[in-house]
């Protein structure tokens, strides 16, 4: 059974900096797809970074590339997102994804992850 269990949410003035995590049991980290999705009231479920298997490879979107940072510790099977210079808009509960990922990479979207945290309330205020 994959369970995947996020902390580190919490509040902030914008500008301020949060480091979230996800540690997850029941898949291996070091082949699967992971990834940090985040869901605010009203709006659907967006995809925020990923990281991929097969060479080790963050991704984050365009959008938000100058300000987080997606790594994982195989290991220890963590993923971590590192949130920068955050923004009332960055405001959100913030979900660790992990799909088995045969061919090392799969779309940034959620139809394409089958296992999910809880997720984790990142609020920030101006």
């Known amino acids: 059974q994959v369970q995947l269990v996020e902390s580190g949410g919490g509040s902030v003035e914008a500008g301020g900096s949060l480091r979230l995590s996800c540690a997850g049991s029941?898949?291996?980290?070091?082949?699967?797809?992971t990834a940090w999705f985040r869901q605010s009231p009203g709006n659907k479920r967006e995809g925020v970074a990923a990281y991929y298997p097969i060479g080790n490879h963050p991704y984050v979107i365009d959008s938000l590339r100058d300000r987080f940072t997606i790594s994982a510790d195989n290991v220890r099977n963590t993923l971590t997102l590192q949130m920068g210079s955050l923004q009332p808009d960055d405001t959100a509960t913030y979900y660790c994804?992990?799909?088995?990922?045969?061919?090392?990479?799969?779309?940034?979207?959620?139809?394409?992850?089958?296992?999910w945290g809880q997720g984790t309330q990142v609020t920030v205020s101006s």
């Open positions: 029941g898949i291996n980290f070091g082949t699967a797809c």
């Open positions: 994804a992990a799909s088995d990922c045969p061919t090392g990479w799969v779309l940034l979207a959620e139809p394409n992850f089958g296992n």
